[in-house]
């Protein structure tokens, strides 16, 4: 099972689109506080529509309180300040695949600590970023491609 970690999301629709490639795919979707919404926001579960039974969720207080329920694990940081594309990594299973809210990114201090597990995707020069639950479809659906696809059809 690969992990999808959420820091601090602000836009409840693209956390319950991504709460719904988490169900359809079989990852576990952890997210971490301050949201920016309620988990009981319409917007929300309507973008995750039916999935939310399918969903394993998990809430964290900080980064560092998922870095440390998970010491053992490998992160990969999705950055657009990251050398390395996500397409060059090797995934493995329980790997945490790491995104930053909508307006910010994931913030220096982490960025700074854990430089060497950042990732991007590339895109076009004078752009910003893609949307946040493209995003993690894009990085998710590479890790899950490079292990055979794993209890998917």
């Given at each position: 099972m690969f992990?999808?970690?959420l820091v601090e999301?602000?836009?409840p629709q693209n956390t319950g689109n991504i709460s719904r490639t988490c169900a359809v795919t079989g990852a576990a979707?952890?997210?971490v506080h301050p949201l920016g919404f309620s988990l009981d926001e319409k917007h929300l579960r309507r973008a995750g529509l039916d999935y939310w039974k399918d969903l394993?969720?998990?809430?964290h207080e900080s980064f560092a309180a998922v870095e440390a329920a998970y010491p053992q694990a490998r992160f990969f940081l999705a950055t657009t300040h990251a050398a390395r594309s996500y397409a060059q990594v090797s995934y493995r299973d329980g790997d945490f695949l790491v995104f930053g809210k909508e307006t910010a990114g994931l913030?220096?201090?982490i960025l700074s600590r854990r430089a060497d597990d950042g990732i991007r995707i590339p895109m076009g020069r004078d752009q910003r970023s893609l949307n946040l639950?493209?995003?993690v479809a894009v990085v998710?659906?590479?890790a899950l491609r490079?292990?055979?696809?794993?209890g998917l059809q």
């Open positions: 992990h999808i970690v999301p602000e836009i979707l952890h997210l394993t969720l998990y809430e913030g220096q201090a639950s493209n995003a998710l659906y590479e490079q292990n055979g696809f794993p």
